[in-house]
């Protein structure tokens, strides 16, 4: 079989116009997840209360549940109830006009705060409880002692499985084309439906998603260079 190497070209040039959507994804994503993904370690480390075992199913059944599902349940099935719902109380609420991106934003962002709060829940499980009650010691607040001492430690022990998960961000944005979004995936399988050429069209989704990856492994082996000596290596 030969390669259509004018088609390689020009779809890897229309692809880079969803790149900035690739990184917006990622970013918005990463915004939200990682604060609060490192909120619900915290409260999941507790292991007491009600809130605690509430987060312990949704961290569960996230991990648990291919991302495709969640795409079904949230995209397809969750509008089409609750547009009955709307309907029904005589609501003029357009569920339908929500646009797919937002959708995006909001299963991504869920899973990976739950994906995030194990991999910080990692971090500072390894991390010696009497520095904090030291911290206390000395007069610094809860806040001033994870903000000084426990998250620049923990966050040197979680950079290698904190690589691993935005780079697996990158690779599930492929997702979002199931919502209408024309990110990179979308638009290579787009031009390769036009063409009838799917393996040249694959073949550029896996170049541009090994290149994303790369560039972020790259950033992530500085980051762990700078932060080494928390590690205490």
Avoid: W
Wanted: proline share 3%; net charge positive; charged share 15%.
């Amino acid at each position: 079989m030969k390669l259509d190497f004018n088609f390689i070209r020009n779809t890897f040039i229309a692809v880079l116009a969803g790149v900035p959507v690739t990184f917006k994804l990622v970013l918005v994503v990463l915004l939200f997840s990682i604060p609060i993904g490192f909120l619900v370690a915290i409260v999941r480390m507790g292991k007491e209360g009600v809130l605690s075992k509430i987060l312990s199913v949704y961290v569960s059944f996230v991990r648990g549940t291919p991302a495709m599902v969640q795409i079904y349940l949230l995209y397809n099935a969750f509008p089409v109830v609750i547009m009955k719902y709307f309907q029904d109380k005589g609501s003029g609420i357009d569920v339908y006009g929500i646009k797919g991106l937002t959708y995006a934003y909001f299963i991504l962002s869920t899973t990976y705060i739950a994906i995030m709060s194990e991999c910080f829940r990692g971090g500072l499980s390894a991390i010696d409880k009497g520095q904090l009650e030291a911290a206390k010691s000395v007069g610094l607040t809860t806040f001033q002692g994870y903000y000084r001492i426990v998250i620049p430690q923990a966050l040197a022990k979680v950079l290698p499985v904190l690589c691993n998960n935005v780079t697996g961000l990158v690779k599930m944005t492929s997702l979002v084309f199931a919502m209408s979004v024309f990110d990179i995936t979308a638009i290579a399988k787009t031009e390769g439906a036009k063409h009838t050429t799917y393996v040249e069209a694959y073949l550029v989704i896996a170049v541009m998603y090994i290149t994303l990856n790369l560039t972020i492994e790259l950033i992530f082996k500085i980051l762990e260079k700078r932060v080494h000596k928390y590690a205490g290596t």
